[in-house]
């Protein structure tokens, strides 16, 4: 399936994010208070490169160039200590990112033919550890297909598009929550599939010595679906790096986010951290 999705990747969405306002000084002698957080403010982190091969973009009549600098993350999210934010703008006005290991090596890959994008970040340490995003598949069957296993309105939409020809099973030891959304159409579920156990959809998953955490998201229509995903697996220890990029995913990155208001996209956000928090991450 991994390499159905690869070929059959579709456009990404690209990122916008608004920067905030700093909180007024502290008067001389003064100490700061401690920030809660609601009056977090966000911060610029610096964007590592993740290059796209110079061959992915046969016939497109561009080539690779860098995402910005610096990126500016919102008040809800955090940037562990030991993890850096990846970079690239695929096509003009396409720039994704992807929050991983500070160690990683990322590279980023453009399925030409449809303008689809994948960002992969992988441990320098242990190459079987990484963190894997698709922004979305191209082609309407792949997309309608990617979150098939984990979220019963896709498997619905699924059905209906392959005419009950599908293959959306997972393994029985995963464990999967589906995150409201409270916005008609528009769905979204977190999976993890426990250490040395492989999930055949997942990719990376069963290769390290830890577990993979994935958070899915789509888009459901009448005939199919829009899916993306994203999948972390790291060593025991870095676990805080899957919960960051995660939510780092689902704040900056996925695309059911623009559909979504702040306020349920917050209830997602907590959701997601209580879903973490009961695994232990």
Avoid at 47 to 76: E, F, I, K, N
Avoid at 128 to 136: D, L, P, Y
Avoid at 244 to 251: E, G, M, R, V, Y
């Amino acid at each position: 399936m991994w390499k159905r999705l690869v070929t059959g990747l579709g456009a990404a969405v690209s990122l916008v994010l608004a920067a905030g306002c700093a909180s007024p000084a502290s008067p001389a002698g003064a100490s700061s208070p401690a920030r809660s957080p609601a009056t977090a403010v966000p911060v610029q982190v610096h964007v590592a490169s993740c290059p796209v091969p110079a061959g992915d973009y046969a016939g497109t009549g561009h080539g690779a160039r860098p995402a910005p600098g610096r990126l500016t993350l919102p008040a809800s999210v955090r940037l562990p200590g030991n993890a850096r934010v990846f970079g690239t703008e695929f096509l003009p006005g396409s720039t994704s990112y992807l929050l991983g290991p500070e160690s990683a090596t990322c590279q980023a890959y453009l399925a030409s033919a449809d303008g689809g994008e994948i960002m992969t970040a992988t441990s320098v340490a242990d190459r079987s550890e990484g963190v894997r995003m698709i922004i979305r598949p191209g082609g309407a069957g792949p997309s309608t297909d990617l979150a098939c296993p984990y979220i019963p309105a896709v498997l619905a939409a699924d059905k209906a598009f392959r005419q009950n020809h599908v293959f959306c099973d997972h393994p029985r030891a995963d464990v999967i929550r589906q995150i409201p959304t409270h916005t008609a159409g528009l769905f979204a579920a977190a999976v993890l599939v426990p250490a040395h156990v492989q999930d055949p959809n997942i990719p990376g998953s069963g290769d390290g010595p830890g577990p993979t955490l994935a958070l899915y998201t789509a888009l459901v229509v009448q005939g199919g679906a829009s899916g993306q995903m994203i999948a972390c697996t790291l060593a025991p220890g870095q676990d805080g790096i899957c919960a960051a990029s995660l939510k780092f995913f689902l704040t900056t990155q996925a695309q059911i986010r623009t559909g979504i208001s702040a306020a349920n996209l917050s209830g997602m956000a907590a959701a997601l951290s209580s879903f973490l928090a009961e695994q232990h991450i």
